[in-house]
């Protein structure tokens, strides 16, 4: 085999810059949104007599905005491009995480903390709406369809990293300088990617290698004449529901229910928390490849086995945590539950831009409504039915949902001719 040309290997690296940007973007932005339980937690519930509901409601108030302002925001990403959409919701997510910390040091002193936090992470759900339809669409941009399954994988890994290691990170910072300067630093963090992204991503390759060079990501044929395939749609939006549901479970609760239910010690809760988000951050990529290996030999007609059966299995490996009595085998199965979630995620994101093509960062929008539509429901509901029934029923009632999105994947389809990327 002959060497890679210099404009291959112009290439390569160009590639491999914008996914490691795409995957800080992602990382610091749920790092940013995640960091308010492992402060909820450990200091301000205690120390402004917020009770855990009431908390919910803090968490679920990022959700609410964001889920409303995703199809607006896909809408504004097919405009302007995942450039400058990407970089307002970087600017977004470090201005309101430091006005989170301000909070706590006593701006907006007229209202109630309750009440100012409800505000503030209202509002940086507003602005992190793009972000996953942005990244999604970049990566159509920037791959060809056999890249993109693992290059979505390693992006959506990175989201998830950051809840695999938000509650020892963060709280070493709020036992080092407190909960109010911790935001302020990870805000400034954001602030100065966002930066780095502005000056050195781009929409398309073409707009900065030669035409030789992004010539592998280029369609082969043009798609976006084909109509939009809406119950496919439909049936994956309401799929990756599921997954909301399921992943905000742990995302807003595990921590909780590990360091209050199960009364485990605080170095303990945090670090058990912590291991089934690794799971999944690194199921992610994997599933990534795998779902590349899969099509590459099954074809479009049987993508949908794959995230079929994680999906199932992982509810499974929920019911099995649940009925464990001792905390080994509660850590383990949770662990395992989340990590094979991981697998599937990248078929919903590459599907969902598949899907819609020239219109792929509204797609994937649409998609992503559906699942913080259904999930920002978790945090709300979990602490809800562990009061009243119990919090076995609190975490069960996510296997059940998370089997009904698995079924869903039996009536998606894609298009051979629609895997070309999106223009």
Known sequence: MPPPSARTRVWNAAQIGILALLMALCFLNHFNRASITSAGDERIMAQHHI???????????????YTLFMIPGGLFLDRTGPRLTLTLMAVGSAIFCGFTGLVGLGFLSSLPILTALLIVRSTMGLVS?????????AIGNWFSPAQAPLANGLVTGASILAYAVVHPIFGGLIDWVEWPRAFLLTGGLTLGLATLWWWV??????????VEASASAQPT?????????????????????????????????????????????KVQSRFY??????????????????????????GDAR?????????????????????STQIGWVVTWFTLALGILGLTESAFWTTAVRLGRHRGGTTAAIMNTGGNGIGLLAPL?????????????GLGLGAIIGLAGAA?????????HAAARAE
């Open 51 to 65: 009770s855990p509901e009431q908390m919910g409601a803090v968490y679920s108030s990022f959700l609410i905005v």
């Open 129 to 137: 709406a793009p972000l996953h339809p942005g990244a999604a669409r």
């Open 201 to 210: 991503g781009r929409d398309h390759p073409d707009t900065n290698l030669p």
């Open 221 to 265: 044929a043009p798609t976006s004449a084909l109509p939009l395939d809406l119950r496919s749609l439909v049936l994956l939006t309401l799929s990756y529901a599921a997954v909301g549901y399921f992943q905000y479970l742990f995302f807003y609760w595990l921590h909780y229910y590990f360091d209050e239910i199960l009364h485990l010690e």
């Open 273 to 298: 928390a912590g291991l089934p988000n690794l799971a999944m951050a690194f199921g992610m990529p994997v599933g990534g490849w795998l779902q590349g290996q899969w099509e590459s030999r099954f």
């Open 303 to 323: 993508r949908h086995w794959l995230p079929a059966l994680g999906m199932g299995a992982s509810a499974a490996c929920l019911l099995a945590g649940i009925g």
């Open 381 to 393: 509901l979990t602490p809800i039915i562990g009061t009243h029934l119990g919090w076995s029923w």
């Open 408 to 416: 869903c994947w039996l009536g998606i389809r894609v298009p051979p």
